[in-house]
């Protein structure tokens, strides 16, 4: 994620999204609605035999809609945050409200439920880590290239059929917004490394074991051999098993 804008920069555009959503669908004449919006970005890869098999990135956003209109409830959503498309999503989405069997019990929580001003602050929350945005390339080639050397420095190479590692990095941003006085914004980071072996065992068993670790921190990950321990762990544990 480094050099780029992150995506918890994007959260006042989300915010107003999903606030222009819950006025057009009110507009509208619906009984009320929870429009959620969100963006997310990750970068994962994979590496084999001391090279990467496989480097993905993906980006991805969505406007959801809780619609509660006359009794009936439905939700729906969609990708395309422009404004035309806006307008025909909530168009949309009214008629299939409208066409569904009624169903009262449905409705968004009372006010008096919301405890905004009782709830923890972001910082007390530990979901984000804003410099997780200076991962690069190379630091997460670094960690899965370790995860994989780790295995395999610690298993009989005779033993070994294969060791997968994997690395991924991710942020995320949304903003909720509930038409009776909800708003609810958030973010969050997270890096997960994880190594999967397989091992001979006689002539036809392939036992296999994994293990895998996550933080919400740049520094918070567990080390490349407490990861390869435990996934030679889980499949040296499968070994002469029936």
Not at 20 to 32: E, I, L, P, Y
Request: net charge negative; with cysteine.
């Amino acid at each position: 994620m480094s050099g780029e804008k992150k995506v918890t920069d994007n959260r006042e555009r989300l915010e107003n999204v999903a606030q222009k959503a819950v006025d057009g669908v009110m507009r509208r004449g619906a009984s009320g609605v929870r429009a959620r919006a969100g963006m997310s970005r990750s970068v994962s890869l994979a590496y084999r035999e001391g090279r990467p098999e496989r480097v993905e990135e993906s980006r991805s956003r969505s406007l959801t809609l809780w619609l509660y209109v006359d009794g009936r409830y439905t939700t729906c959503e969609t990708n395309n945050f422009a404004e035309d498309e806006l307008e025909r999503f909530i168009d949309t989405s009214l008629r299939l409200a409208r066409s569904v069997e009624v169903d009262p019990d449905r409705q968004l929580p009372d006010p008096e439920l919301y405890l905004a001003d009782e709830l923890p602050s972001e910082e007390e929350l530990e979901l984000y880590d804003a410099s997780m945005s200076g991962i690069g390339s190379e630091e997460r080639h670094r960690i899965a290239a370790e995860i994989e050397s780790e295995v395999r420095d610690r298993v009989d190479g005779e033993q070994v059929l294969s060791v997968e590692a994997k690395y991924e990095d991710s942020e995320g941003a949304s903003v909720l917004i509930n038409s009776n006085g909800f708003i609810g914004r958030h973010r969050g980071t997270q890096r997960w490394g994880m190594a999967d072996v397989s091992l001979r065992d006689g002539e036809d068993r392939r036992p296999s074991g994994w293990a895998v670790a996550g933080s919400r921190s740049r520094t918070g990950l567990a080390n490349a051999e407490s990861i390869a321990r435990g996934a030679i762990a889980a499949a040296e544990a499968r070994v002469g098993g029936a």
